[in-house]
């Protein structure tokens, strides 16, 4: 094998509970990740040296790349140097609770993995991958999954989120550290697996048990992710909430011609839009 194409999926949070701090300066947490069809396109080919393309002027600087930073995660581990060139097509917003850096890290390292044929196990890419991130190990995982700890313990759960997903993103850069800093930690009175388990599709129960502690914080400080949140549910959706620590809200619409209407609300504020059709 000479190349290696991958899709690098992004993810949303449905809930996401900061229950305490812990020695380690992290916090224990529990949420539900969920797959999205949107995603990075990541293509690995051996070369005489290593080079790295990207279409994101952003990702250029090595300091912010997590894809050169997982590739040289890996060389120390097996103690060898990779003589590759990976080009990256971002499609995934930067810093947007996505999980877009976290993902291009895990497929990077499991496509190195399969590329250079060096059998590492999975569980063992895991652990590797929890040093670049603590979403790393959910991308080399079965999604969706229930996540605690740092979010790197899960659990596969038999769900599907079978209407319509719409994704928005208003380009606003919200700092992790800085809404870690602004958190309460707080043990929900709601388990996000019974919530879904028991209410399937009953989304005004879900909007009224499925919570993400960093909305209201997110919310306070930013007035425009605070009307975007009232547009979605005034143009329609069913439920809507944050995902991970912002800026990117999501809402599940039953109603295909008010998933449109919303879509084109808020492609003429110039917003970032995705949308994935309930199949």
């Not at 895990?106 to 590329?115: I, M, P, W």
């Not at 599940?252 to 449109?260: T, W």
């Amino acid at each position: 094998m000479e190349e290696i194409s991958v899709k690098s999926i992004a993810k949303i949070n449905l809930g996401l509970n900061i229950i305490s701090k812990r020695e380690d300066g992290y916090h224990n947490l529990e949420t539900i990740f969920y797959p999205l069809e949107l995603h990075d396109e990541i293509v690995l080919r051996k070369s005489r040296k290593f080079t790295f393309k990207t279409n994101s002027q952003f990702l250029n600087n090595e300091k912010n790349n997590l894809i050169v930073k997982a590739t040289e995660l890996l060389e120390n581990f097996i103690g060898e140097k990779f003589t590759v060139e990976i080009k990256l097509n971002k499609k995934i917003p930067i810093g947007a609770g996505l999980g877009g850096g976290s993902s291009n890290a895990a497929f990077t390292l499991a496509a190195l993995n399969e590329l250079f044929q060096l059998n590492i196990p999975n569980e063992k890419l895991r652990e590797l991958g929890l040093n670049l991130g603590s979403d790393v190990p959910l991308f080399l995982y079965d999604l969706p999954a229930y996540a605690e700890s740092r979010g790197e313990n899960l659990r596969k759960i038999n769900f599907r989120i079978s209407d319509h997903i719409l994704i928005i993103n208003p380009g606003i850069h919200i700092s992790t550290k800085w809404a870690f800093s602004k958190i309460s930690p707080n043990k929900s009175e709601n388990n996000l697996v019974y919530v879904i388990t028991n209410y399937p599709k009953d989304y005004k129960v879900w909007q009224k048990l499925i919570k993400n502690d960093f909305e209201s914080i997110v919310l306070m400080e930013f007035q425009e992710l605070k009307d975007l949140k009232n547009s979605l549910t005034k143009l329609g959706s069913d439920f809507c909430l944050m995902s991970g620590s912002g800026s990117t809200f999501f809402g599940i619409f039953s109603n295909y011609d008010k998933l449109i209407e919303a879509k084109k609300y808020f492609q003429q504020k110039n917003y970032f839009v995705h949308s994935e059709i309930a199949k």
